[in-house]
C-alpha cells in the first residue's frame, strides 16, 4: 500500500530535533559565545557560552515549532518565511531569558547600558547567525527531500522496467496456443492425405504466421505492415478451419502501415475476436479488420458479428490484459484500448496511439 | 445389438477434421458406416436422438453446446469417443475417467486401438458406460479451468452503449441502490458508468489488494488515492489523482489509513 497522509510522516518530531540540528545549533552557540566574550572582558567566557546555549536552543524551538505549527499556513505564507520569522522573533526573547538567568533575577538594562549593550549583541548575533543557519538547514533538508524524490523515482522506473519484462515474458508464454497449433496441424494433415492442392496454400500461411508468431526475443516492436501480414496468415488459417462460419476482411491505410507497435498488438485483438466472438457461435461471423492514420494518431479497429461481451464465467481478458499493459508500457496515457458492444451484434475493438514523428 | 454394421455420428466444427474422421475410419473399420456429420453440439444430439447410433465421436471444443455437455445429453445410449485437440486439462480427465479418447491430429494406431475396444463393447452387447458422474465431475472441471481467472474486466453501460471495462482503470466504485457507478479513466479521461450489480456482490470478485472498502457505499482503488486527509471525529477524506471527487473513509474503515 502507498499513500501519501498529510499528518506527520513517521519520526517528523526526531527530524524537527534531530540530534544534527542540536549539534550544529551547540556549536554555533560555542562559537558565538567565544566571539562576544572577547569584545566583553567584564563577564566570564562560560557565561557568554551560556548565555549563546539558551539564544541558540530558544532559536532552534522556535524554527522547530514553526516548522509544523500551524498544520496548514494561509496560502501567502511561506513555510520558509514563518519559519525564520519564527527564529527572529524568538532570539530576543531568549536573550532576555539567558540575562534573567545569568545575572539571577531582572536584568536592570537601564541601570546598567553595559548589560543592555550586550543583550543587543547577542541578539543581533543571534538573529544574524541564526537566520544563515535556519537558511542552511532549510537548503539541506530541501536537498534530502530531492534526494529522497530522486529515489522513489528510480525506485518507480525499476518497478516499471520489471514490469515491462514481467508483460514479455507473459507475452512469450502466451504465443501460439498449443491447442490451435495442433489443431491447425490436423487441418493441414487432413488435406495432406485427401491429396487437395490447397495443402501447401495452408503450409504457406502457417510457416508465415509462426515465422512472425514465434518470438524473436530482441525484438521490442514491430511495424503494423508485418503485424498486418500476421494477421492475415491467421485469419486464412483460422478459415480453412472454419470456412462456414468464419468471413473476414483487412484494410488499411498506407500512412498507418509503416508505423511501429508493440509486437503482437493487432493480433491480440483478431485473436480474441476469434475465440471470444465468432468460435463460440453455431453460425459463425465476419470479422472486419481496419488500420488507419488521423491527426498524428494510429487507430485500428477490430469489428466482429459473434456472440457479443457475454455474461461473466468465459476467460476473456488475459490477452487484452497483457496487450493493454504492453500499450501502457510503450506509450503511457498516449495509448487507449476500448471495448464497445456493437449495436448489430458482436463487439468493436480499438486501439488508438501516437504515431511516432518521421524523423525518429 | 443384431444388426451387423455398426452405426456411427462424428461430431466437429471443423469439417476438414470431419472427413480426416471419416477416412481414417474407413481404414480402421470398414463395416463402420458413419451414419451422421454434425457441425457443433445441438447438431450432434438432434442427429443421435433422430438415428440412434451405436458410437458417437464427439469433439471436445464445439461452439453452443461442448462434446461434454451432448455426452451428458446422449448418455449411456451410445458408446462415446471425445475427440481433442492438446488439452492438458481434457486429456488428463479422461485418461483418470478410463473414457475412451482420441487426440488430433488422430494417429491411425491410437485409433486402431480404439476401435477394438469399441468392437469388442459392440460383440459382448455390453451397455455403454454410465458416465454421468464423471462427466458432470468433468463439465465443472471444465468450467474451472476458464473462469477461475481473477475479475479483469467489467461489462458496464457507459450512456447508451455497452462498454467492457479495465479493472485496473477503475477509480471507485460508489453504490447506488441496486446499481453500481463506476468512475473509471476512459484512455485518462475521468468517466462514470454504471453495471446493474449490487456493490457487495462486485467487490467480492475484485482484488483484495487493490480495491479496498472504506465506506458503507465506497469502495477505493488505492492505486487512484493520491492522499488521505484526517478530519475531525475519526474520519478521512480521500482525494483522487486527477479526479475532483473527494470521498468519505468513515470510522470503521480509518484503520486501513493508519501510518505504518
Known amino acids: 500500500m502507498s499513500f501519501n497522509a498529510v499528518t506527520a510522516a513517521p519520526g517528523a518530531v526526531a527530524q524537527v530535533f534531530g540530534w544534527h540540528r542540536v549539534r550544529v545549533v551547540l556549536f554555533a552557540s560555542l562559537a558565538l559565545g567565544l566571539l562576544i566574550s572577547v569584545g566583553s572582558a567584564a563577564t566570564p567566557v562560560l557565561v557568554w557560552i551560556a548565555r549563546a546555549l539558551i539564544v541558540g536552543l530558544g532559536a532552534l524551538m522556535a524554527f522547530g515549532v514553526a516548522e509544523r505549527w500551524p498544520v496548514r499556513l494561509p496560502a501567502w505564507v511561506g513555510r520558509w518565511f514563518w519559519q525564520l520569522l519564527a527564529l527572529v522573533v524568538a532570539v530576543p526573547l531568549a536573550a532576555l531569558l539567558a540575562y534573567w538567568v545569568t545575572v539571577g533575577g531582572n536584568p536592570q538594562f537601564v541601570e546598567n547600558p553595559a548589560r543592555f549593550i550586550g543583550f543587543a549583541q547577542l541578539s543581533f548575533a543571534g538573529i544574524f547567525f541564526g537566520l544563515w543557519i535556519g537558511l542552511g538547514a532549510m537548503v539541506r533538508q530541501r536537498e534530502t527531500l530531492a534526494r529522497d524524490q530522486a529515489m522513489a523515482f528510480e525506485l518507480e522506473r525499476s518497478e516499471l522496467a520489471r514490469q515491462a519484462l514481467d508483460a514479455r515474458m507473459r507475452l512469450l508464454q502466451a504465443q501460439v496456443q498449443p491447442h490451435f497449433l495442433f489443431n491447425t496441424l490436423a487441418n493441414v494433415q487432413a488435406l495432406v492425405e485427401a491429396g487437395s492442392p490447397r495443402a501447401s496454400e495452408v503450409l504457406g500461411s502457417l510457416i508465415r504466421y509462426l515465422r512472425a508468431a514465434v518470438p524473436r526475443l530482441d525484438d521490442s516492436s514491430t511495424t503494423l505492415a508485418e503485424e498486418l501480414d500476421l494477421v492475415r496468415a491467421y485469419l486464412e488459417l483460422m478459415r480453412i478451419r472454419m470456412p462456414d462460419r468464419l468471413q473476414f476482411s483487412v484494410s488499411a491505410e498506407v500512412e498507418a502501415i509503416e508505423v511501429s507497435c508493440p509486437p503482437m498488438t493487432l493480433l491480440t485483438l483478431v485473436e480474441n475476436a476469434v475465440r471470444h466472438g465468432i468460435d463460440p457461435s453455431e453460425d459463425g461471423g465476419r470479422i472486419d479488420v481496419s488500420v488507419s492514420a488521423q491527426d498524428g494518431r494510429c487507430r485500428i479497429r477490430v469489428d466482429d458479428s459473434g456472440v457479443g461481451l457475454r455474461a461473466t464465467g468465459d476467460s476473456l481478458g488475459t490477452g487484452l490484459a497483457t496487450l493493454r499493459e504492453r500499450l501502457q508500457l510503450a506509450f503511457g496515457r498516449e495509448a487507449g484500448l476500448r471495448l464497445t458492444a456493437r449495436e448489430t451484434g458482436g463487439v468493436r475493438a480499438e486501439v488508438e496511439f501516437p504515431m511516432p514523428r518521421r524523423s525518429a | ?260
Request: charged share 25%; with cysteine.
Open chain 2, 1 to 260: 445389438m443384431n444388426s451387423p454394421a455398426a452405426t456411427a455420428l462424428i461430431a466437429d466444427d471443423e469439417p476438414l477434421l470431419r472427413e480426416a474422421l471419416v477416412r481414417l475410419l474407413a481404414n480402421a473399420w470398414p463395416q463402420l458406416q458413419v451414419v451422421a456429420q454434425a457441425r457443433n453440439g445441438r447438431e450432434a444430439v438432434e442427429q443421435f436422438e433422430a438415428l440412434q447410433p451405436a458410437v458417437c465421436f464427439l469433439d471436445v471444443h464445439m461452439p453452443g453446446i461442448s462434446g461434454v455437455d451432448a455426452a451428458r445429453l446422449i448418455g449411456h445410449r451410445a458408446h462415446l469417443v471425445f475427440v481433442t485437440a492438446f488439452d492438458q486439462y481434457a486429456v488428463e480427465a479422461f485418461a483418470q475417467g478410463a473414457l475412451d479418447y482420441l487426440v488430433k491430429p488422430v494417429e491411425p494406431a491410437r485409433l486402431a486401438d480404439t476401435v477394438r475396444r469399441l468392437k469388442e463393447r459392440l460383440r459382448a452387447a455390453q451397455p455403454a458406460l454410465n458416465t454421468e458422474a464423471l462427466l458432470q465431475e468433468l463439465a465443472t472441471r471444465l468450467q474451472r479451468t476458464t473462469a477461475a481467472a481473477p475479475l479483469r474486466w467489467i461489462r458496464a453501460s457507459v450512456g447508451q452503449s455497452l462498454r467492457l471495462i479495465a479493472v485496473d482503470d477503475i477509480d471507485f466504485l460508489r453504490s447506488d441502490e441496486k446499481y453500481t457507478s463506476v468512475a473509471w479513466r476512459d484512455g485518462g479521461a475521468p468517466s462514470e458508468a454504471l453495471i446493474r450489480m449490487p456493490l457487495k456482490e462486485l467487490v467480492a470478485q475484485l482484488d483484495a489488494s487493490h480495491f479496498v472498502q472504506v465506506h458503507r457505499s465506497v469502495v477505493v482503488n488505492l492505486r487512484s488515492v493520491s492522499i488521505v486527509k484526517r478530519g475531525e471525529n475519526e474520519t478521512a477524506d480521500i482525494h483522487l489523482k486527477g479526479r475532483s471527487e473527494v470521498l468519505p473513509v468513515s470510522r470503521s474503515y480509518l484503520h486501513l489509513f493508519r501510518q505504518m
